[in-house]
């Protein structure tokens, strides 16, 4: 099997083949958005379908590898040029930060909140940081598309919302919200900690103490929350916590976090 059918095998659209460096793609169901990833030297590679994978699936060619002479060099020239992208995405989003006007926004309205939030040229700018520095910005538009900065740095990034209690781990940012409203019922400190990704959710775990998750009940969040701890919070099929809380009231939504501390 060629990568380029290994890839389409796991929902990936590539139109043309770039080698040596992580490419973000289209996907078979969200053919319009970048929703995927691959990487391949020619031999080895991997694929990610965010809306699928929590992790990297790896691929490996049943051909004999012949090694290239220059891929020490090509490799020290993607590592440069990736970091040159990461430290440009993190300026932007400083930028970003410090452009915002703070107003309701359309998205935050229809997931049931009257908050004002952060708001770049109609967007919702949520800033993403990794051991306290801002790395890049999540971009929620009007009608909840989401994107992040080109060349920014995603794994281990996350929001934290803070009020100094148990660390607690979700996928997004309206979840996150749902979640500080629903413990703030039952009285509870937290810190909640925005992963944007199920897969993230295990990295950003993996630096915690004790993480609690509150999983989206789709196979992909349900999967990361089984790898991150022993209990977690799980709504009905289809269902993130907000999606929840707006079903059932907030006061139901936070009972039935209470046993969980």
Known sequence: ???????????????????????????????????????FDGHKGAVINFAMHD???????????????????????ADKERLERQ??????????????????????????FSDKVKVWHRQIAVPMRIDGHLVGCQLIQEDGQKRFLAGQRTKGASLTIDNKGPNILVEGLATGMSVRRA????RQRYTIHVCFS???????????QSPFVV?????????????????????EAGEDFNDFEQRVGTEAAAESLRPFF
């Open 1 to 39: 099997m060629t990568f380029e059918e290994f890839a389409r095998d796991n929902g990936l659209l590539i139109d043309r083949l770039t080698l040596g460096k992580w490419m973000r793609v289209g996907t078979v169901d969200r053919p319009a958005k970048r929703n995927g990833a691959y990487i």
């Open 215 to 235: 999983a989206d009940n789709d196979p992909v969040g349900l999967g990361a929350a089984k790898k991150i701890a022993p209990r977690y919070w799980v709504g």
């Open 183 to 186: 413990l703030k019922q039952l």
């Open 55 to 77: 992790k990297h699936i790896l691929y490996r060619s049943d051909e004999p590898y012949i090694p290239d002479p220059m891929e020490g060099i090509r490799r020290q020239l």
């Open 198 to 208: 199920a897969g993230n959710m295990i990295e950003v775990g993996s630096r915690i």
């Open 87 to 112: 430290a440009d995405a993190a300026k932007r989003a400083a930028f970003i930060c410090n452009s915002v006007t703070v107003e309701q926004h359309p998205y935050m309205i229809r997931k049931g």
